[in-house]
């Protein structure tokens, strides 16, 4: 469709991170080198395969360094978690397993039934209640399930990554044993700015001001008080190697790492952040400025931080959405640090990466709405793709 309207004599600008749509195009713009306040230049230009031969590109590197991964595909631990005759929207009264101690991709086009099979009906199971099928088997192998899907960490733009991940509890403990603090008689409680004590009252701690346009949408702009730091002055004079709490919130998670390195349940955070591909995000920066897949991403470092079992079930719903290739790797060696411990992860997901990295694939189809909803194929990624019966399948060769 897309070649079609550019047929016509169309322009077609597409923010893309899919390797197939980026080998049809007529011109690609790489931009980087990497995210955040270390992107924003353009890196490399040209079709796919001259980026391929441009050292600067990130796109061209990740593609000339790619490799195929042997996978050893996992077992499992023999157990299973079975759904029974599901029949809810358009699943045709389809019996499933899924293998426990798994990396388990649940794939197909667009409306065939995996969402539904997978939040509506099997995530409902744990608590007893079958909703949209005959009834489920297996949840007593599991100790705790997790679903991490799609919507908004917080509507509130006061929660940001280090309220987020519990690293803001630590740092401002760390600030309130400063010297400078004590001296001050300040608490852990005057570090902050969700609270009175030491943050500025004229913005109650957001750094930023609305300012009324009449007949037009209201404008934030830099507290004039605070001139953005959140805080009172006082608070601001405690410094740790030369940062203030204000400087701290203004880092990105990676320019941190050094500066946190001694303190361990700080720097393990910073750590996994970084592992994943999330640190050039900012500490301060709002949870509501988040994407789809940044914001799946930091609720796996969280439920990770906080894990005391290796028995839990993790559902996720597409988490490589809008990833680069690079990302997706990334993503993929969490998830795998995930099945290794011990625990089983179900991903909804058409990323043929994670499909292939996967130990077992469950495909529905063959089309969308009423015409999907039944069982195609089940197996290895190598038998999926085997499978004439598979959509999916032709994509893995």
């Given at each position: ?178 010297p400078e603090a ?159 411990a011990g625990n ?9 990466e994670i499909i ?42």
């Amino acid at each position: 469709m897309m070649k079609q309207l550019r047929d016509f004599g169309n322009t077609l600008l597409v923010i893309e991170h899919d390797v197939d749509v980026m080998k049809e195009a007529d011109y690609i713009i790489d931009m980087g080198p990497s995210a955040g306040h270390l992107g924003g230049a353009v890196v490399g230009e040209g079709t796919l395969l001259e980026l391929m031969e441009q050292e600067s590109s990130v796109t061209g590197a990740f593609l000339r360094n790619r490799s195929e991964r042997k996978c050893q595909r996992r077992k499992g631990t023999g157990e299973y978690l079975t759904v029974y005759h599901a029949h809810k929207h358009n699943l045709k009264n389809i019996t499933v397993s899924f293998p426990l101690g798994c990396l388990v991709s649940v794939t197909g086009v667009s409306g065939s039934g995996k969402s539904t099979l997978v939040f509506d009906v099997l995530a409902e199971g744990e608590s007893g209640v079958h909703q949209g099928c005959e009834k489920i088997i297996g949840f007593e192998a599991i100790d705790k399930m997790i679903t991490v899907g799609q919507s908004p960490l917080s509507r509130m733009k006061r929660s940001n990554i280090a309220t987020y991940t519990d690293v803001f509890t630590h740092i401002r403990n760390l600030y309130a044993n400063l010297p400078e603090a004590k001296n001050n008689h300040l608490s852990a409680k005057d570090f902050s700015f969700n609270s009175p004590g030491g943050r500025c009252e004229n913005c109650q701690g957001m750094g930023m001001v609305s300012l009324v346009m009449h007949f037009l949408p209201e404008q934030e702009v830099e507290c004039p008080v605070c001139r953005g730091k959140r805080f009172e002055e006082k608070v601001l004079k405690a410094k740790y190697k030369g940062y203030s709490i204000s400087d701290i919130l203004d880092l990105s998670i990676e320019e941190s790492l050094p500066i946190f390195e001694d303190h361990r349940k700080i720097s393990s955070v910073i750590q996994l952040l970084c592992e994943i591909g999330l640190g050039y995000l900012k500490w301060g920066q709002s949870l509501t400025t988040l994407s789809g897949g940044e914001g799946q991403r930091l609720k796996l470092v969280k439920e990770l931080k906080n894990q005391t079992t290796n028995r839990t079930l993790f559902l996720l719903d597409e988490p490589t959405v809008g990833l680069h290739p690079a990302d997706v790797h990334k993503l993929l060696v969490l998830l795998h640090k995930l099945v290794d411990a011990g625990n089983t992860v179900i991903v909804v997901e058409h990323n043929s990466e994670i499909i292939r990295s996967s130990d077992w694939v469950i495909d529905l189809g063959p089309e969308g709405g009423n015409d999907g909803g039944m069982v195609m194929a089940e197996g290895t990624p190598e038998e999926i793709a085997s499978n004439p019966n598979s959509y999916t399948g032709r994509f893995l060769i």
